[in-house]
C-alpha cells in the first residue's frame, strides 16, 4: 500500500514530535512556559492521554492548561506528517484532515508514552494505514436543489453529479433511503430513524424540483465535504449560463436547499427637517426556477462546449492537465459571479476567473492587464475590429477590478453585466475546446503570439 521510503519519513518525523512535546501539569500557570509554548502551532489544544494516564484536560479557552503541547520542531513535523498522508494515492481527497489528526494524535500519544520500540512502532503506523485505508467506502450522497427544474428530462448530468427531477425521480429514491435506513440501524433504531426522516427531510426534498445525487468515495467523515465539492463545482457550471435563458429581472439562484436570497429591499428616506418622507419594501425581483430543457443543454454543448466542460469536471484532478484544472477553477469564479446580487463583486470575481483560465492559479507574471486583454480580444475574436474592441473591454474590466480590490471604488462605470457573462462563456469554451493541446498556459500564450504576429491593438 505505502513504500518503505513513506515509512521512514513518517517514522522519522514522528520521533521528531515525540521530542518535541511539553508535559505541561494542570497546577502550572506562569509567563516563562508560555513562552515555550509556540502560539498557534500546537497540533491541537490538548491530545488525549491513552493507557490509564489521566483523562484529557479542556481547551486554554476554557482557563485550564494542556498536558501536551507541540512545540518548535514538533509541530513542523506534526504539518509534515498530516501532508505525507494526505498525498498518499490510496488516501489523497478521500480522507478528511480531521480524521488524519485524530489518528496523528493518538500515533504521538503512543509513542510518548508505550516505550516501544522501532519494529513496533513501524507496525503500528502500518496498522493505522491500513485503518485508513479500510475506512473509505462509496456513498450516495443526496441533496435537494433549489430553484434548479429540468423540463423534459429526467436526469441531466454535470460533472460527477446527476441532477435528478424529484416528480419522476424520488420515487426510487425514497425506497433506496428507506431499505439503506433498516439495513444500517438496529432494530430500535429503525422506527424513529424512519420517522425522523418522513416528518423532516422528505418535506424539504417535496417541496424542491430537482435534487442532486453524488457518488462519493471516502471515509465517512470526508463523504459530505466531498460531494458538496464536486455538487459546488456543477452548479457553479449551470450558473454561467442562467443568463441566457432568464433575464436578470427573474433573479434565478441555483443552489443547495437554504442558499436562496432575499427579494424584498426595505427602503425608508426620512427627511431632516419637513413632514415629507419615503418608504418601500420593493420586490428586488422573485426568485424564479431556472428551466433547463433537452434542446438547451444541446445547444450549449454545440456553441459553448458544454460537453467538454462537463468531462473536464468528471475527471479527476490528477488526470487533468495544468489548463484542465484551471477551467475547474475558473468555473468556480465565475459561476460565483453569476450568482452574486453585487455588481462590484459580479466584476471582481469574474476577473479572477479570467486570470486563473488564462494565466493559471497563483501566476506571477507582471502586466497582469495587458497580458490578460491581448488573450481575450485574441481568443474570442477573429476579426481586427472586433479584436480591437475587446481589447479595449478587457482592459477597462480589468481596471474597474484592480480600483474595486485596491482603491475601494463602488463604481463599476459602463461595464455589462451581460456582457461580463456572455465573454466568459466565450472564453470558457475556447479554452475548454483545446485543453487538450493546450496542456500548460505557455501554450495559451505561444498560440496568442502567433496569432497577433504583425498585429496591433493600440487604435
Known amino acids: 500500500m505505502v513504500n518503505k521510503a513513506v515509512i521512514k519519513r513518517l517514522l522519522r518525523d514522528l520521533n521528531t514530535c515525540v521530542d518535541g512535546l511539553v508535559d505541561l501539569p494542570d497546577c502550572v500557570n506562569s509567563a516563562h512556559v508560555r513562552k515555550r509554548i509556540v502560539g498557534g502551532k500546537s497540533l491541537r489544544k490538548w491530545i488525549e492521554r491513552f493507557g490509564g494516564a489521566g483523562d484529557c484536560l479542556p481547551s ?66 502500518r496498522a493505522v494505514l491500513v485503518e485508513l485505508g479500510e475506512s473509505i467506502q462509496h456513498y450516495q450522497v443526496i441533496v435537494p436543489i433549489e430553484n434548479l427544474a429540468l423540463s423534459g428530462m429526467d436526469t441531466l448530468e454535470v460533472g460527477q453529479v446527476t441532477f435528478c427531477s424529484t416528480e419522476s425521480s424520488w420515487g426510487g429514491v425514497q425506497s433506496d433511503i428507506i431499505t439503506s435506513i433498516f439495513s444500517g440501524a438496529i432494530e430500535e433504531q429503525r422506527a424513529p430513524l424512519e420517522d425522523y426522516f418522513h416528518k423532516r427531510l422528505e418535506p424539504v426534498f417535496a417541496k424542491q424540483r430537482c435534487f442532486a445525487k453524488i457518488v462519493v468515495e471516502a471515509e465517512i467523515g470526508h463523504a459530505k465535504e466531498l460531494a458538496y465539492k464536486r455538487l459546488n463545482d456543477s452548479l457553479n457550471l449551470l450558473r ?26 426595505p427602503v425608508l428616506v426620512l427627511p431632516k427637517a419637513g413632514t415629507r418622507w419615503a418608504m418601500s ?10 428551466f433547463i430543457r433537452a434542446d438547451q443543454v444541446a445547444a ?20 487533468r492537465n495544468m489548463v484542465q484544472n484551471s477551467i475547474v477553477a475558473a468555473v468556480s469564479w465565475f459561476g460565483r459571479s453569476a450568482d452574486c446580487d453585487n455588481p462590484l463583486l459580479k466584476v471582481l470575481f469574474c476577473a479572477i476567473g479570467f486570470e486563473t483560465l488564462f494565466l ?8 497582469l492587464r495587458e497580458s490578460f486583454a491581448i488573450t481575450l480580444a485574441f481568443l474570442l475574436e477573429s476579426k481586427p475590429d472586433d479584436r480591437r474592441r475587446l481589447y479595449r473591454w478587457a482592459r477597462k474590466l480589468y481596471r474597474v ?11 463599476t462605470g459602463d461595464i455589462s453585466q451581460d456582457e461580463i457573462a456572455w465573454n ?12 487538450d493541446e493546450w496542456d500548460t498556459h505557455e501554450k495559451i500564450r505561444e498560440h496568442v503570439d502567433r496569432l497577433m504576429f504583425g498585429e496591433s491593438l493600440e487604435q
Not at 493559471?360 to 502586466?367: C, V
Open 300 to 319: 450549449l454543448s454545440s456553441e459553448f462546449a458544454f460537453d467538454k466542460l462537463k468531462a473536464i469536471l468528471a475527471s479527476s484532478s490528477n488526470d
Open 360 to 367: 493559471g492559479e497563483g501566476n506571477k507574471q507582471g502586466g
Open 401 to 411: 477590478r484592480s480600483e474595486v480590490a485596491h482603491k475601494g471604488n463602488s463604481e
Open 60 to 125: 486554554l479557552e476554557s482557563g485550564y492548561h494542556p498536558m501536551l503541547f507541540l512545540v518548535n520542531e514538533g509541530c513542523e513535523a506534526s504539518e509534515q506528517i498530516v501532508s505525507t498522508l494526505s498525498e498518499i494515492p490510496i488516501l489523497k481527497d478521500k480522507v478528511g484532515i480531521r480524521r488524519i489528526r485524530e489518528e496523528l494524535d493518538a500515533l504521538i500519544v503512543y509513542a510518548s508514552w508505550s516505550g516501544c520500540d522501532e519494529k513496533t512502532l513501524k507496525e503500528v503506523v
Open 281 to 290: 419594501d420593493d420586490a428586488v425581483g422573485s426568485l424564479n426556477p431556472f
Open 424 to 435: 466568459a462563456a466565450r472564453a470558457l469554451a475556447v479554452v475548454a475546446r483545446n485543453a
Open 240 to 265: 454561467c449560463y442562467t443568463h441566457m435563458f432568464c433575464s436578470r429581472e427573474m433573479r434565478v439562484h441555483i443552489g443547495m436547499n437554504g442558499e436562496g436570497k432575499l427579494t424584498q429591499r
